[in-house]
């Protein structure tokens, strides 16, 4: 069964320091989305992309984020200057025509 | 404020029983998605449903549109199925909002 491939499963880093988290899509599906789930609480929408630019998005996805389709099979958030509060479980998220498809997600740790 | 609105919190039951999950929801939507969340934290989509009810396996999920209200069922209840269910709408454009979701335990 196709399956959407997050990278790295777990990623610590500094705070303040840029980082790149990397999501392959399955590769037929066209909508692609990003989510985060601090600990303890619920997961929350970030963003989706379509057609090479971002459809919606939400309040928390601020001017440090940004979200890039950079060869047509890579999908990566970018956040820039992490803080502490943006430790958190990062997942990744395509669909074709409804059906949606969850990779396992990235823990961010930031320190 | 909370577009979802899921209960029970928690939810514990003996292997068998029939279990059901409540979603309500306070926006007008496109469609609602049932997910499963295991303990190492994946997400799997369950369902998408826009209306009436949709049935997989021992899983069942309704839908009341006038009502704005799901229900998950899940029958003959086993220990496999403990993780927490997560209740999300899409509601126009690509945003979802999500429940708090309701974390299910099924004891031998």
């Known amino acids: 069964e196709p399956e959407v491939t997050q990278t790295p499963s777990h990623q610590v880093t500094q705070m303040g320091q840029e980082v790149i988290l990397r999501c392959v899509p399955i590769?037929?599906?066209?909508?692609f989305y990003w989510y985060r789930q601090i600990l303890g609480q619920k997961v929350e929408f970030l963003v989706s992309?379509?057609?090479?630019?971002?459809?919606?998005k939400s309040e928390i996805f601020d001017d440090q984020f940004s979200v890039e389709r950079p060869d047509g099979s890579n999908f990566t958030l970018k956040i820039r200057s992490t803080k502490l509060e943006d430790s958190a479980m990062y997942f990744c998220?395509?669909?074709?025509?409804?059906?949606?498809?969850f990779g396992s997600g990235t823990r961010l740790t930031v320190v | 404020k909370n577009e979802v609105e899921q209960s029970p919190q928690n939810l514990t039951a003996q292997e068998g029983e029939f279990i059901t999950i409540n979603c309500s929801y306070s926006?007008?939507?496109?469609?609602l998605h049932w997910l499963q969340q295991h303990p190492g934290g994946g997400i799997v989509s369950l369902f998408m449903?826009?209306?009436g009810k949709k049935k997989h396996g021992r899983l069942i999920a309704t839908i009341n549109i006038q009502e704005k209200h799901s229900s998950l069922h899940i029958t003959a209840s086993h220990p496999r199925d403990s993780a927490v269910y997560i209740c999300?709408?899409?509601?126009?454009?690509?945003?979802?909002?999500f429940g708090t979701g309701t974390s299910l335990t099924v004891i031998p």
């Open positions: 998220a395509s669909s074709l025509q409804g059906g949606y498809t």
């Open positions: 590769s037929n599906h066209l909508y």
């Open positions: 992309f379509y057609n090479n630019e971002i459809s919606e």
């Open positions: 926006v007008g939507i496109s469609a």
């Open positions: 449903l826009s209306s």
């Open positions: 999300a709408v899409t509601s126009g454009g690509n945003q979802f909002y």
